[in-house]
């Protein structure tokens, strides 16, 4: 028996590791490809978990847009997979090479497990295009991993057979918690000068595409409300490097003695920071299903979320792009110890760290 495990991307590398490394326990015949949907991003998370792929299709390119990303990894990867004959192909999440890769192997009768499947807002421009990527995928899949029983729901509800669904938790905490080192030191120094034990560091990430505009403006111009009128407060905001974002962050943040830009972190020293930071605010999926495993609250900037679970279970809130909104709910969190208190000591509802061994447990049983 043979697994293909296939990605392209930095969110997709951290939750893949887990199963490439028990994979590796096990001695399994697999083979792992990357597409380098992202190259230099993924390619970080590859060294972070030493992680050396069979195949590199390296597609990135400048101002690379959907429908070229979309054709080259199915071009590109279809002769790998007729060559390795894989009885299983694995994609995670939702990006553009999980639904391309998914089509590929669907066109050429392979079985494909989604790591990750379920997750839903039913918007499908909200995220871009990350919804109907994931729509899509679970149309293409055999057997869908969830993450939670919410998740396992949804795609009862849209007809899948529950006998191919199998609720396994996130693999993002099999990886946090393989990484998360109390004692860790930071290589860059203006982190390692950062009082973290007795100043309160707002940990902000904003990048994606629907907040592009007065959305990120909004974002920002909150953050720097908060920091001017709390005297205790720091953030630290690793920019992200599309120039949309770059643009927006230098306009409104730069310049403040406790505001930090910084170059976006390796996913190592990016979990010590969430580890050692009192508050994140995000855009980000992964985080809000990883922060709450480090006892950190976390203030969702985004309209909707695919990821309610963590809003049910009171460890993150919901807070859209209304500045005054941001700003009322960060200050609740920065002034109210019973507030904070509550939302930090919430169990994680996205896993135990022990994902990875479920999902192959199941391959292992269902295909042999």
Known sequence: MKIAIIFGTRPEAIKMAPIIKECEKRNLNFITIVTAQHRELLDQKLEVFNIEPHYDLDIMQANQDLFY?????INEIKPILIKEKPDIVL????????FATSLAAFYLRIPVGHVEAGLRTWNKYNPFPEEINRQLTTRLTDYNFAPTEWAKQNLIKEGIDPDKIFVTGNT???ALLMIVDP??????????????????IILLT???????GEPMRNIFLACKYIVE??????????VHPNPNVQKTANEILKGFDR?????????RPFVQLMNKCYLIMTDSGGIQEEAPSLGKPVL???????RPEAIEAGTARLVGTDKDFIIDNAQKLLTDKFEYKNMSSKANPYGDGKAAKRIIDIILHHLK
């Open 69 to 73: 990303v979309t054709s080259s990894v």
């Open 91 to 98: 994609v995670q999440g939702d990006t553009t090479t999980t």
């Open 172 to 174: 993002v905490i099999d």
């Open 183 to 200: 004692n860790y030191t930071f290589t860059d120094d203006k982190l390692n000068r950062i009082d973290f034990l007795n100043k309160k």
């Open 206 to 212: 904003s990048h994606r595409r629907e907040n592009f």
């Open 229 to 238: 009128t709390n005297p205790d407060v720091e953030l630290i905001y690793p």
């Open 259 to 267: 505001i930090h830009l910084i170059e976006p972190l390796d996913y």
């Open 300 to 306: 969702v900037l985004r309209k909707t979320t695919e």
